[in-house]
């Protein structure tokens, strides 16, 4: 009678350890844990890249004070290493105003001659080492901070004389991002105002019956508005 109690504790026993096995078995193994690649991060700059170009369209005037204020337009480009230093070219112009002139304390003051000016030289971003890779809205409206100093030919003309001359070209420039930016490409508002020292110019032309003088003084500026591209 002793050995079924036993035989029962026994038959317990190796249920027990059977199922503890069972449970065991059951329990999924895990593979090799599973990562997700991480995305590379593409940085987003002009085709030229390290190197900024822009191409610009403006339009504006030639302010003199009382004697007027011609019209002025023009296009040109620049190319400056990482938006920080490099080169520029222009071509502007400005429309004559040989007859129609403002009369100053009863005397009749002389007109301008049509301008086409030729600038080139250097030009610079001098805030784009420190803001050029950075994406606010207020960091690229810094890095369009521009100056250009160099050389301006000055073609002037009426419809009876002509006279070419060189002078000294300063400008200074603000380019409010519409899109992108310097770096990355895109299209700003350009703000721009010129300084053209030169010898100044006298030029005569006659409508069959007068003869009137233009006179360009040596020092003249134009102010800007226009559009700038970054391919």
Do not use: C
Not at 87 to 101: D, H, K, Q, V, W
Not at 118 to 141: K, S, T
Not at 217 to 231: I, K, R, S
């Amino acid at each position: 009678m002793r050995r079924l109690p036993l035989l029962l504790i026994g038959s317990a026993l190796f249920a027990a350890s059977v199922a503890g096995g069972g449970v065991a078995r059951a329990q999924p193994q895990l593979g090799p844990e599973l990562t997700v690649p991480e995305q590379e991060v593409v940085e987003q700059h002009g085709v030229a890249w390290p190197l900024m170009l822009d191409v610009h369209a403006l339009l504006g005037v030639e302010p003199h004070g009382e004697r007027g204020a011609p019209i002025a337009f023009g296009a040109g480009a620049e190319l400056l290493w990482r938006a920080r230093i490099g080169g520029f070219a222009e071509l502007l112009s400005s429309e004559g105003t040989a007859l129609i002139t403002p009369t100053i304390g009863g005397v009749k003051t002389q007109g301008f001659a049509d301008r086409i000016s030729i600038p080139f030289g250097l030009a610079a971003r001098p805030l784009a080492r420190w803001f050029a890779d950075r994406h606010d809205w207020w960091a690229r409206l810094v890095t369009g901070i521009g100056v250009q100093v160099g050389i301006t030919v000055e073609h002037l003309r009426t419809s009876d004389e002509s006279n070419t001359t060189a002078g000294l070209h300063a400008a200074l420039s603000l380019d409010v991002p519409i899109y992108g930016g310097p770096k990355q490409g895109g299209v700003t508002l350009r703000l721009a105002g010129r300084l053209m020292v030169t010898p100044s110019t006298s030029l005569d032309f006659s409508d069959m019956i007068h003869t009137f003088t233009v006179f360009e003084p040596a020092t003249a500026g134009q102010l800007f508005v226009g559009l700038a591209y970054y391919p």
